[in-house]
């Protein structure tokens, strides 16, 4: 699946955009704060139907507008047309539409295009607490397996009715507390193991892309935590009914999960340079596109590369540059406000490629723009 030809309108500082990409390298030039994430998000957005930076839909919308548009006319890898449509209106429910049909359920899109962002808010991931990370492995798994995604989706249903339970004044029902601890149980179950494959299977890719950009130089490590490896859920929840009450939250379950980051054994929170983090994370990225990729549509995800060099060496770059320059890769989005990067990065691709030069909230293709 690759993204054809975007249409924007209203979209944060976008007020007009109309732009034909290159089947392979996309490269979007500017200094900071005019726009180039902004046109990244617009792309993450057709794909998750919500923004990778701000979850507030209204706040999307350009200041003293009413509403924004965003339109994506793709090819499948066997040639077919597809067009994505989302539409906002301040204090209305947002319209999103596949070859002009409504979903009924906004998670029915969800896998339809995989698409994998590396930007710099991913250092949260490390810096951040544990749901950062829950919600790496939930975008990962939720583009391929559709029955993870519902699992997920019934489980966060019943957490929120929990929780409701245990802050009310009186002491809840026996039957209804332990309706939704099941349901938690059942669901969470069924979360716990999917997670579980996936980074099994995930952590060997893992490694092998930290190996590559660092050459070698430092070995990391990554591994799951969950209540759910401890026994049963179902019981887990009622032994600690009491203490929950008194908190008024769920201490126990699946949305408690967590990944252990580490390089040389030790946390890389605590131990990692901004150039090791970075590279760490870069590997992680690249390693949910591979799995996307032998997963779910078998179809190669779409990659977005948000400000991606900086914090890194030289040799580290030029590791990356070979990397989304090789066969292995689709269609890539770069931004950067370095003209040498990404020159190093065409001279690799040769001349399937468009740069893109944005200011102000406006997008203009250069005339050097590759063959496409």
Not at 133 to 153: P, T
């Amino acid at each position: 699946m690759w993204l054809k030809r975007i249409s924007i309108l209203n979209y944060k500082n976008l007020e007009q955009v109309e732009l034909a990409f290159s089947r392979k390298l996309n490269c979007i030039i500017g200094k900071n704060g005019m726009g180039k994430t902004n046109l990244m998000d617009a792309v993450y957005y057709l794909s998750f139907c919500k923004s990778a930076t701000n979850p507030i839909d209204s706040q999307n919308i350009l200041h003293d507008r009413d509403f924004f548009v965003l339109q994506g006319f793709y090819e499948t890898d066997a040639g077919e047309p597809e067009e994505v449509y989302c539409g906002l209106k301040r204090r209305q429910k947002k319209q999103f539409k596949r070859n002009k049909k409504e979903y009924t359920r906004l998670s029915d899109h969800i896998g339809l295009i995989p698409l994998v962002m590396v930007s710099p808010a991913d250092s949260w991931l490390i810096a951040g607490g544990s749901e950062e990370r829950r919600k790496f492995m939930d975008v990962v798994i939720s583009q391929f397996d559709r029955e993870y995604l519902d699992a997920l989706i019934r489980y966060n249903k019943a957490l929120q009715q929990r929780n409701a339970l245990l802050k009310a004044e009186l002491e809840p029902e026996e039957d209804l507390m332990l309706l939704w601890e099941e349901a938690m149980a059942l669901t969470g179950e069924v979360v716990f193991r999917k997670r579980k494959d996936f980074v099994d299977e995930f952590i060997p890719v893992f490694r092998s892309y930290y190996a590559y950009i660092s050459q070698g130089k430092e070995l990391v490590g990554l591994a799951y935590e969950s209540h759910a490896a401890q026994g049963s859920l179902s019981q887990q929840l009622k032994e600690s009914r009491q203490r929950d009450r008194i908190l008024g939250y769920s201490t126990k379950g699946v949305h408690k999960d967590d990944l252990i980051m580490e390089l040389e054994g030790f946390p890389i929170k605590r131990e990692g340079s901004q150039g090791q983090n970075k590279t760490y994370l870069i590997a992680l990225k690249l390693a949910q596109f591979d799995f996307l990729k032998r997963t779910g549509s078998h179809t190669v995800p779409i990659v977005l590369l948000d400000d991606i060099f900086d914090k890194l060496d030289a040799s580290r770059v030029e590791q990356i540059v070979k990397l989304v320059a090789g066969d292995n890769f689709g269609q890539i989005f770069i931004t950067d406000t370095n003209r040498e990067h990404l020159d190093k990065i065409l001279r690799e691709v040769g001349k399937d490629y468009r740069v893109f030069e944005v200011e102000d909230g406006g997008v203009s293709a250069r005339e050097e723009e590759g063959d496409v």
